[in-house]
């Protein structure tokens, strides 16, 4: 297991110690440590059932783990109230629902609920911030649009918005990319890069696809039956031999030609 | 044969036996037998058991023997175990019909007030099937009972309405309208016998079909069955025993649910099983609810549909629970 | 804009319903009340004492139950719930009869809280069931409750004795033909704390309409919000079934018919949800005395009459449940 990135932590925004998370019974997480740094990009990869969405859950508060863990910025996560969790850690679940009436302004608002006052209206700064959020993501022309109208991939920039809005310190996505097509892929995580480089967001989500997790993650967890198998850089990790353990898929693995990331191809078995 | 079969069998036969001797008064064995013969020489207690208890008794077998098949029969074909006509609104539907007929100046003669039960039942069928179609867009089994239920409480206050408005109405069926069977009268027993007897016998020799059906309409159209022509054959079976059951003992809501089950935990889920099944035990428990209610003073006049109302809700929401249970 | 249509309603109902019943009145007739006159005395006899309570009875009995049926839906995330398909009322009509039957000649201040108690019992019940098992099996389950529920006060209306009996009964049909000024005190002095209390659970409520999932990682899968949420659904239906009996379907329509107009968010739909139930209400008594005058149909009939097409309506046309 790779602890580089442990020890020379300039400051750690989430670690797990000895988690054990269990689902129905069967172990799904073992004995698992980890520690993300702050303003990294994190991706989590692995086979379906290998334990990453509920690695990504119980880091972020919604499975409780059997043994072990979660400490947010060194304090327990489950020492936190709703509300203060929800302010340094947003998350953006695979399938997120939304009446189709919905306007994407609104939907927006609601990711400042954990810091609105109980009696009061939305004020000023709340609306300044669901402004700056529609003008980061391009949403301007269609704040009013009622959800239903809108693509899917437009869907899916206003939720990562209503996440942005909580102006949180982590940003947790599952699967972001998994119900668009090709250039909404990758639009969406130019998006996610440039809000990690831009307000130094953590971000960690879960991937399927590896090249996309080649190009834009500052850091790879490879997982396989709840555990770490591989832990570094892409550049570091990006090897066929491990992605035929994990996976169990023959590929050939190069660099990108004219970008700076491996990139990897599968070879029929 | 099993012995919970003959055990079961047995008891429907022997309750609907003695059941004329339950009530006030009781009657003896030798009492019974006596005042039940034709050539009883005529007396109070002959009345009472030939003008009232037999046919009472006679019409509950009925009725519960339909109410259950055709619970039995909409489950099979709807492949959805909630389902019952009292449930998605066709007894109500009958009812309604029935009411209507009352309001109007035509006699409530056994066969008018059939044929209004069932063209009741038969417009309440076609609009919930249509318009869980429409809201849904497909036959979902949760819609199916959403609707019914709307449609139901719809045909219920509609009936309640004309029935405030026409005083007369009210009178003559404010019992039959909670389901009793305290106001049966023997002129009813024949036309009601003939028709649920021809009923129970179409749904044995439809079953086959039925079996084909469930197996989806493509592989009943390989086998050689047209599946419309099958689905409106025992469609109509089934309207036949509920306006039949309805229109002499009123709406009955829970026991073509239940029934269904209990005859499938007992003998399993062959249809011919399932289906005889139903048949004996829908009349075993409406029979044991009414003797029930003639053995408790005070609860002459209590509907059948009480007793059978806190006995199948918490079945329904035990199967509820059980189908729709949480994932996580 | 949109709030023009409810100026533009409510006068309009309100004119309707003070007009018509089994004396229908002239537009001038009712001017005639500004007027002293000896004309006007029986007229305004009429109307103060009969029509006028009524009307309030209506309208503040729609609002509650409108309200309470904004709450239930957001909190349940199940946009069918309805106090009185789900069985609430009919709890607290359980307990009421069963109040009024055995114990006769109680202060009717406090037969609001004996419909508390069913109400509250029933939700709490629900409750743990909803927990266990799918939104939409919830319904189901509440569906067969009421009719259980029902069948049990019918089962108390005939053991019970046959003099009382008949004043449960014209109550228990919902009806408002008995609301007189009296009620409307009931009603206003209990609403005057409840209605601002759940308007503000409606304000608390908006995330809920997301999925769970995201609604918890908002911080706002709050106990004892839901709890509170719950406990003045169950207070608003009670309310409303002591006044005027077991009355269905406002707290279905009205928010439905609410969310036509205005934004999902229960935020912005508090005030049209209750506006809405308020002219629902009215407009069914209204009818229920105007249709077959001088007879009066009980207001919670011509709601079930009116009300289940069109929510069926409403199912076809917005496919509430597809998602």
């Known amino acids: 297991m790779n602890t580089r990135f442990q020890e020379h932590s300039p400051l750690n925004a989430l670690s797990a110690q000895n988690l ?60 936190y109230s709703a509300r203060q969790r929800a302010r340094q850690l947003a998350f953006l679940p695979q399938n997120p629902a939304a009446p189709d009436s919905l306007t994407v302004r609104e939907l927006i608002l609601l990711g400042r609920y954990p810091f609105r006052h109980p009696l009061l209206p939305a004020g000023k700064q709340d609306k300044a911030i669901v402004e700056e959020v529609l003008a980061q993501l391009e949403l301007g022309s269609m704040a009013d649009k009622p959800l239903g109208t809108l693509s899917g991939g437009q869907r899916q920039r206003a939720w990562l918005g209503m996440t942005l809005a909580q102006q949180s310190e982590i940003l947790m996505l599952d699967e972001p ?19 990690n480089r831009q307000q130094g967001k953590t971000v960690i989500m879960v991937l399927h696809d590896l090249n996309q997790a080649f190009e834009f993650a500052d850091r790879l967890i490879f997982l396989r039956d709840g555990q770490i198998i591989a832990d570094g850089s892409p550049q570091q990790t990006a090897s066929s031999p491990l992605i035929h353990t994990v996976f169990g898929l023959q590929t050939l693995v190069m660099q990108h030609p004219e970008q700076n990331h491996p990139v990897c191809l599968p070879l029929s078995r | 044969m099993t012995w919970t079969n003959r055990l079961l069998c047995m008891a429907a036969c022997l309750l609907a036996l003695l059941s004329p001797a339950l009530g006030d008064p009781v009657f003896s064995l030798l009492q019974l037998w006596q005042f039940s013969l034709p050539s009883a020489p005529p007396s109070l207690e002959a009345l009472i058991l030939q003008e009232l208890r037999w046919p009472r008794t006679l019409v509950a077998v009925l009725g519960g023997a339909a109410l259950g098949c055709a619970g039995c029969l909409l489950q099979r074909l709807t492949a959805n175990q909630l389902a019952s006509p009292g449930l998605i609104g066709i007894n109500q ?12 100046p035509l006699p409530l003669s056994p066969l008018l007030s059939f044929s209004a039960a069932f063209t009741g039942a038969l417009l309440a069928m076609v609009l919930v099937f249509m318009l869980t179609r429409l809201s849904f867009g497909f036959l979902s089994p949760e819609g199916l009972l959403l609707c019914g239920a709307l449609l139901g409480s719809l045909y219920g206050a509609l009936t309640l309405a004309l029935l405030l408005i026409n005083q007369h109405a009210l009178e003559q069926i404010r019992f039959w309208l909670a389901g009793s069977l305290s106001y049966v009268e023997p002129s009813q027993l024949g036309p009601m016998a003939i028709l649920v007897i021809s009923g129970l016998l179409f749904a044995f020799a439809l079953q086959r079909r039925l079996q084909v059906l469930e197996l989806g309409s493509d592989a009943a159209h390989g086998l050689g069955i047209n599946p419309l022509h099958a689905l409106i054959q025992i469609m109509l079976v089934i309207l036949v025993l509920t306006a039949a059951a309805v229109a002499v003992i009123g709406p009955i809501l829970f026991l073509g649910l239940i029934v269904p089950h209990l005859s499938r935990s007992l003998w399993g889920d062959q249809l011919w099983r399932q289906l005889s099944g139903s048949a004996v035990l829908g009349a075993l428990l409406l029979l044991a609810a009414d003797s029930f209610i003639r053995l408790t003073p005070q609860a002459d006049q209590l509907p059948p549909s009480v007793p059978l109302a806190v006995l199948g809700v918490p079945c329904f929401i035990w199967l509820i629970m059980r189908r729709y249970a949480r994932e996580s | 804009m949109r709030w023009l249509i409810y100026l533009a309603l409510l006068p309009l109902a309100l004119l309707g319903c003070l007009q018509s019943g089994s004396v229908t009145l002239s537009a001038e007739q009712l001017l005639l009340l500004f007027q002293p006159s000896e004309m006007a005395t029986t007229t305004s006899q009429l109307i103060l004492q009969l029509r006028l309570p009524r009307m309030l009875c ?6 509650a139950l409108g309200l309470a049926g904004l709450l239930l839906q957001s909190r349940s995330g ?21 109040l009024l039957i055995s114990l006769p000649g109680l202060d009717p201040v406090l037969i ?8 509250l019992s029933i939700t709490g019940l629900l409750w743990w069931l909803s927990q266990r098992c799918q939104p ?13 529920l029902a069948a049990l006060t019918g089962l108390l209306l005939l053991v019970g004795e046959q003099q009382r009996i008949t004043t449960v009964l014209t109550w228990l049909s919902g009806s408002l033909a008995a609301a007189d000024w009296n009620d409307v005190w009931l009603l206003s002095g209990y609403l005057l704390f409840l209605l601002p209390a759940g308007i503000w659970l409606c304000f608390r409520a908006d995330p809920c309409l997301l999925d769970p999932l995201s609604r918890r990682m908002l911080g706002a899968e709050q106990t004892w919000l839901n709890s509170l949420s719950l406990l003045l659904v169950a ?14 379907f406002i707290g279905l329509l009205a928010p439905h018919l609410a969310r036509l107009l205005h934004s999902p968010l229960p935020s912005r739909l508090a005030l049209p949800s209750m506006l809405s139930g308020a002219l629902l209400c009215l407009l069914a008594d209204t009818l229920g005395r105007a249709l077959f005058a001088p007879l009066q149909l009980p207001v919670g009939l011509v709601l079930a009459i009116i009300g289940a097409p069109m929510f069926l309506l409403l199912l076809i046309t917005r496919k509430t449940l597809k998602r």
């Open chain 1, 20 to 79: 054990t998370v269990s689902y129905k019974g069967t172990t799904v997480l073992d004995q698992l440590s980890l520690t993300l740094n702050a303003g990294e990009i994190c991706v989590l990869l692995g086979a379906n059932g290998c334990g990453k969405s509920t690695l990504l859950k119980t880091l972020a508060g919604v499975l409780t783990p059997k043994s072990g863990s979660v400490l947010l910025q060194n304090q327990a996560l489950d020492q």
């Open chain 1, 177 to 195: 990319t998994s119900f668009l097509d090709l250039a909404h892929q990758y639009d969406l995580m130019q998006l996610i890069r440039q809000q």
């Open chain 2, 93 to 104: 539907g009958a009812a309604l019909g029935l009411v209507l007929l009352i309001m109007s």
């Open chain 3, 58 to 63: 209506a309208m503040l009995i729609g609002a």
């Open chain 3, 78 to 98: 199940n946009p069918m719930a309805d106090p009185g398909m789900l069985g609430i009322n009919q709890g607290a009509a359980l307990t009421v009869v069963l």
């Open chain 3, 112 to 119: 609001p809280l004996a419909g508390l108690a069913g109400a």
């Open chain 3, 136 to 148: 939409v099996a919830l319904l189901l389950i509440g569906i067969a409750l009421s009719s259980l």
């Open chain 3, 235 to 248: 207070t608003l239906s009670a309310l409303a079934v002591t006044v005027a009996g077991a009355i269905g």
